[in-house]
């Protein structure tokens, strides 16, 4: 029998749909063992009847609740009541015209958006989903929160415990797999950091088993409501389009999560009929980390109504272990060969009659400088947006007078070596960080200018250089 809630989760797969009570935490469907969602009966939930009424929100910014960019939203995510949620202010993010990149990328000037999620507490994006993992273990009362993290789940997860002091944290990480100003985040915020030997898909598996062993609640965006909140990344960006949907959505592919819930966004509100079409999405992997592209371009796998062929993605990971090969590229945020939402995000391509590219390192650290001249400083992940849309316009996908978003995910500190190592004189540290992962040279670097301690030669070099 369903559960009688507004909102219940939901095995995604058409053939089984079994359902669950949102007191329960669950990773999984325990008959078929596919993905779940987070599913509202909508005539119990009554949500708004047009997306402008979300804009009186802002007059209700001394709400704690209220003043999150996420529970701002609360009537398209009402799983917990908007008295419980657990916020630290999370989702105050910006999205900027971007004329200055715009070139770069190939689109007309006033076409090209960057939504910087790297304005978050923690840093990155993962706040928006944070917030609502950490409002449902709260809600069922979870005592510790575990993740496998390649950095900015850590962070998250430890600033959550720490402000909220409701939980403990335990994260997982593998050896030489983090950025160290993510890591720096974690330790600092005072959460157990188990490091094992392995990459992110090792760490992720021994977290599900650790968690399952010890009752811990599990973060990853595996969980069906670390999703919910990550959909509110899109319903900001429509709010500063006033509410006009874009051409193109491009986001980085890692785990999968952004690209799974911006689709169940799409879908939720055009279900409800507050959008009229869907905007289309770009899902970029890098080169070194492309399990994507590989499934979903070269062989063909598809959700096709929640029927795919499921022997494509196995064979294709027996593969990976036959080889041996890992995950590689300097963006560590997404260096990920086995990404968990695999299913809900060929469902959102479905959705969005989405595209999939894979870009260089090259690519992505020359994009991210571009950026960076922009005057937003983002990590590499980032960076893989804008290489994609590039790449897409050069093309013939994406058009020059389309009107493009491009997703930010982190902040430029979050991953400062590969910043400093790419603008940098020093050759041994361009060759240490960048040089081993296939970056040839730094196309557009700002080197400084060395100079005696010299009165007219400082003057000389100012003259000359600016």
């Known amino acids: 029998m369903p559960p009688t809630e507004v909102a219940y989760q939901q095995c995604i797969s058409p053939s089984c749909g079994a359902q669950y009570g949102v007191d329960e935490a669950r990773i999984n469907c325990e008959k078929c063992g596919d993905l779940l969602d987070v599913t509202y009966d909508w005539d119990r939930a009554k949500p708004p009847a047009n997306l402008r009424d979300f804009e009186a929100m802002w007059t209700r910014r001394h709400e704690p609740s209220r003043f999150s960019g996420v529970w701002r939203f609360h ?12 916020t630290v202010g999370e989702g105050q993010t910006l999205l900027q015209q971007a004329d200055s990149v715009a070139p770069y990328v190939g689109v007309k000037t006033g076409g090209l958006f960057l ?29 510790r929160a575990a993740c496998a993290s390649t950095g900015n789940t850590s962070a998250s997860l430890a600033m959550y415990c720490a402000v909220t002091r409701h939980m403990k944290a335990v994260i997982f990480i593998g050896s030489g797999k983090i950025s160290y100003g993510k890591l720096s985040q974690a330790l600092d915020y005072g959460a157990l950091t188990v490091q094992i030997a392995g990459d992110f898909d090792d760490a992720m598996v021994r977290v599900r088993e650790v968690s399952q062993e010890l009752g811990i609640y599990l973060v990853n965006s595996v969980n069906p409501f670390r999703l919910e909140g990550q959909k509110t990344i899109m319903l900001r960006v429509l709010e500063a389009l006033r509410w006009e949907v874009p051409d193109w959505i491009v986001v980085p592919g890692g785990n999968l999560g952004n690209s799974s819930a911006f689709g169940k966004a799409f879908a939720e509100l055009l279900q409800l009929g507050l959008i009229d079409r869907a905007p289309r999405l770009a899902v970029i992997n890098a080169v070194g980390a492309n399990t994507l592209y590989e499934l979903y371009e070269n062989r063909g796998l598809r959700w096709n109504a929640g029927v795919d062929d499921q022997d494509t ?15 590689s590229t300097l963006a560590s945020a997404i260096e990920i060969n086995r990404p968990v939402n695999l299913r809900k995000c060929l469902r959102a391509l479905e959705t969005c009659d989405g595209v999939v590219r894979e870009v260089t390192d090259q690519e992505i650290i020359d994009a991210k400088a571009q950026v960076g001249a922009g005057g937003i400083g983002c990590e590499p992940a980032s960076g893989a947006s804008v290489a994609g849309a590039r790449k897409l316009v050069a093309e013939g996908v994406i058009q020059p007078t389309d009107r493009v978003v491009c997703i930010l995910t982190g902040h430029q500190l979050k991953d400062q070596d590969a910043t400093i190592a790419y603008h940098t004189t020093d050759q041994e540290r361009f060759d240490k960080v960048l040089g081993t992962r296939g970056v040839k040279r ?20 100012i003259q000359l250089y600016s």
């Open 75 to 86: 009537e398209l995510l009402p799983f917990a009541p908007i008295d419980q949620v657990v």
């Open 115 to 143: 939504q910087y999620e790297g304005m978050n507490p923690s840093g990155s994006f993962k706040d928006n989903g944070m917030t609502a993992a950490f409002t449902h273990a709260r809600s069922i009362g979870a005592k």
């Open 313 to 327: 993605s196995a064979t294709y990971y027996r593969e990976l272990d036959a080889t041996q090969r890992k995950a």
């Open 442 to 461: 730094a196309s557009f670097a700002n080197r400084a200018v060395a100079v005696p301690n010299d009165l007219d030669a400082i003057v000389k070099a």
